[in-house]
């Protein structure tokens, strides 16, 4: 494993070179303007008709089409949402990339299960920050940043490292720190990540732990600062101190429950469910399907948000929330 910090950046390399970031959302929001006023030469490129373009304006960006800015640049970073790139690709990017170009994103989703194709002749890099857009910038304003991670897939020009390492800098990832991956292994454990621990399952753990509760007589409210509310203060301190950390800050009865009981709720039955997701990741099988889904309209995210928001959890949270000013 190797990390890279400032001190690896070759800070020249692009002094004399533009970088578009196509989309104005999360990432590219908080990556243009980080790199921006770090000194780079950024411009913006979004579709005219879209919220972004005036957002991104405000803001003090230059702000040109997608294809002006993709024609106009020597880097083009793709930060709009995975689902929609491979179609504004073919739309908008292919026909304004030149030869020695540099084809960048936040994450290999497109390139490694081959919905995008860059001709030969173009680097494809990929400098992801591990963090979401908000805490990109909020720890850049602060002075330090977010750790990042960096790959490179086709080397053309021989210098697509230095330029995908550079724009980590611009963005404030080389303060923390930049840890070289693969396309491969970044898109294949960011999407069993999100489906299995980070997104699907902590929030199925909290809903069943607060489930079990409420169908046992508890009061919601009671139920939800148990088995939602708290689980941010422990994953900080796992997230501050490790595993032993947190246990050293628990009551030596939390400590014992917790360590004698969780093997009886991440069950082996559990683990091999996360074998298999992984495995439909890795065959490109959930690739497909999410290409399917998007192609259908979205029937089924679009059922599977409508449960989401029906859940108990979520009304009796809304209110807590507001309650204790968490939330307005
Ligand atoms: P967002 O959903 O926030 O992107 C929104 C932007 O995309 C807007 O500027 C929007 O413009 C534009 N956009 C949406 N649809 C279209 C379209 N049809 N044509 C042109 N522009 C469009 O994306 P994220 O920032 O979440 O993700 C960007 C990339 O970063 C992805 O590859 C993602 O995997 C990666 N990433 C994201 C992280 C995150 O925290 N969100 C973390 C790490 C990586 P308009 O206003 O015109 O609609
Ligand atoms: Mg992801
Ligand atoms: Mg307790």
């Not at 994450?107 to 992801?128: E, S, W």
Request: with cysteine.
């Amino acid at each position: 494993m190797k990390m890279y910090y400032e001190k690896d950046v070759d800070v020249d390399i692009l002094k004399d070179k533009t970088v578009a970031v196509i989309g104005y959302g999360s990432q590219g929001m908080a990556q243009s303007r980080n790199m921006h006023e770090s000194g780079l030469n950024v411009v913006v490129g979004l579709r005219k008709d879209g919220a972004s373009w005036n957002k991104a304006k405000e803001d003090g960006l230059t702000v040109m089409t997608i294809e002006e800015a993709a024609a106009k640049a020597d880097v083009i970073h793709v930060l709009i949402p995975d689902e929609i790139q491979a179609k504004v690709y073919e739309e908008s990017i292919k026909d304004n990339l030149e030869s020695g170009n540099t084809i960048s994103f936040s994450h290999g989703y497109n390139i490694h299960f081959g919905y995008i194709n860059p001709p030969k002749d173009v680097n494809i890099t990929m400098i992801a920050p591990k963090g979401p857009g908000a805490m990109v910038r909020k720890t850049y304003e602060e002075g330090f940043g977010v750790p990042g991670l960096i790959a490179i897939e086709r080397d053309y020009t021989g210098d697509a490292f230095k330029i995908a390492l550079a724009m980590g800098q611009g963005s404030g990832l080389t303060r923390a720190g930049v840890l070289e991956t693969t396309f491969k292994e970044e898109t294949e454990t960011d999407l069993f990540g999100e489906q299995v621990v980070l997104c699907g399952g902590v929030t199925e753990l909290i809903a069943a732990g607060f489930q079990t509760l409420v169908d046992a007589g508890y009061q919601p409210e009671i139920a939800y600062f148990e088995t939602c509310h708290e689980v941010k203060l422990i994953v900080d301190l796992i997230y501050a101190k490790g595993f032993a950390g947190m246990w050293n800050d628990v009551s030596n009865t939390a400590e014992y429950g917790g360590l004698s009981r969780r093997k009886r709720i991440i069950t082996d039955e559990t683990r091999l469910e996360m074998k298999k997701a992984l495995e439909e990741i890795q065959t490109g099988e959930f690739a497909k399907e999410w290409t399917l889904e998007n192609q259908a309209g979205k029937p089924m995210l679009n059922r599977l948000r409508a449960i989401e928001a029906s859940l108990q959890i979520e009304k009796v949270g809304s209110k807590l929330r507001k309650l204790c000013g968490l939330q307005k």
